[in-house]
């Protein structure tokens, strides 16, 4: 399988896991094993050096954004400057969505950035390129929860 995300995980500057995503199949055990080594990793490389980073038989690729960092694994052979440029349209996403997106808003509104992030990657491989269409499938997503709640609070 070439070409596909293994993980995206968000990590503020202190360490804490704001999301993670897998999509390669680890133990929960490994998976905090990885979460602890690979965002030790990004956090403590100085800022001068390239954001790629040779892991296993993998590759990171990551990138700070005001006080979090958006770490990718992807296959070696994959490309880093496309890598960064999905990152980048995520983070846009996001930005675009929120408003000026911050810490807080992936902290109390977790369950959107995953939806977000479901829309551009789907089982590892990246799925929409259209800013405007993740964020008019999004919206759609909201009416629909909204008009849910809606007829639950008037039963």
Not at 14 to 36: F, M, P
Not at 83 to 110: A, K, S, W
Not at 125 to 140: D, P
């Amino acid at each position: 399988q070439s070409g596909m995300f293994h993980f995206v995980l968000l990590v503020s500057r202190q360490g804490k896991c704001r999301l993670a995503k897998w999509y390669t199949l680890w133990s929960q055990k490994e998976r905090k094993a990885i979460l602890r080594q690979v965002s030790q990793m990004c956090l403590s490389r100085p800022q001068k050096l390239c954001n790629f980073i040779e892991w296993r038989d993998y590759k990171i690729v990551f990138k700070r954004y005001a006080s979090l960092y958006f770490i990718t694994c992807v296959d070696k052979k994959d490309n880093e400057l496309i890598t960064l440029e999905i990152v980048h349209e995520f983070v846009e996403v996001l930005d675009r969505y929120f408003g000026n997106v911050c810490e807080l808003d992936l902290i109390f509104n977790f369950h959107k950035a995953y939806y977000i992030l479901d829309e551009l990657i789907i089982a590892g491989e990246h799925q929409e390129t259209s800013k405007k269409t993740i964020l008019r499938v999004t919206a759609a997503q909201d009416a629909i929860c909204e008009n849910a709640q809606d007829g639950r609070s008037e039963a």
